[in-house]
C-alpha cells in the first residue's frame, strides 16, 4: 500500500509517502518539479504522478532501499529506463 499526501505548494511540490506492507512500513519525503510533472505526468494530478514513480520503484526494489529523502527527477539517475516506463504506470 502506497499513501501519498500533498504537504507543500511551489515549486517543487512536497509529498510525504508512506509505503507499508509485509508487516512493516516505510516514510519517504519527496519533491516533484512542475516541469518533471508537465513533461512526463501525461496530464496526471501530482499525487498520483508520485504514487506511479513509487509503482515504478518498487517492482525494482524493496521499500527499504528507497531513499527516505528524494526528488523524483534522480530516478532516472538509478533506473535510466524511468522515463520511458513512467507512462506504464499512470
Known sequence: MVEV???????PLAF???VAGGGSESRHR??????TLD???????ASE???AAFAFLLER??????LSRFDVSVIGRYFPE?????????
Request: proline share 2%; aromatic share 8%; hydrophobic share 40%.
Open 5 to 11: 499526501t500533498q504537504v507543500g505548494q511551489g515549486d
Open 16 to 18: 510525504e509517502v508512506r
Open 30 to 35: 519527496v519533491t516533484l518539479s512542475v516541469a
Open 39 to 45: 513533461a512526463l505526468g501525461r496530464g496526471v494530478e
Open 49 to 51: 504522478f508520485v504514487r
Open 61 to 66: 526494489e524493496p521499500k527499504e532501499a528507497i
Open 82 to 90: 524511468f522515463e520511458q516506463e513512467i507512462g506504464n504506470y499512470l
